[in-house]
Nanobody
Framework: QVHFVESGGGLVQAGGSLRLSCTAS????????MGWYRQAPGQQRELVAL???????YVLDSVKGRFTISGDISKNTVLLQMNNLNPEDAAVYYC??????????WGRGTQVTVYS
């Protein structure tokens, strides 16, 4: 069982910025990775960014140069800095942890809305 505390979503004008924050707590001391998925209405959930326990990061091609992931896996905390947002970035953003035996586990999500 993992408890997530997600924050930072909201309403922003195109070209603006938001920063998402997530802290996870549970029975696992260190997760293999943490990061963010997103899901827009009528679309599949997609992996946006992650950082693993070695500090290696991944960022979705469509957000490279605009989104930056950072965090401290040992403290189960991850941040997603999102700059130059556009309406295509609007979605529910879900924090997740990657575990050895249970795969990816997600939080409840935070809404990001971008208006032009």
């Amino acid at each position: 069982q993992v408890h997530f505390v997600e924050s930072g979503g909201g309403l922003v004008q195109a070209g603006g910025s938001l920063r998402l924050s997530c802290t996870a707590s549970g029975s696992v001391a260190v997760y293999e990775a943490m990061g963010w998925y997103r899901q827009a209405p009528g679309q599949q959930r997609e992996l946006v960014a992650l950082i693993n326990q070695f500090g290696t990061t991944y960022v979705l091609d469509s957000v490279k140069g605009r989104f930056t992931i950072s965090g401290d896996i040992s403290k189960n905390t991850v941040l997603l800095q999102m700059n130059n947002l556009n309406p295509e970035d609007a979605a529910v953003y879900y924090c997740f942890v990657r575990t050895e035996y249970s795969g990816d586990l997600w939080g409840r999500g935070t809404q990001v809305t971008v208006y032009s």
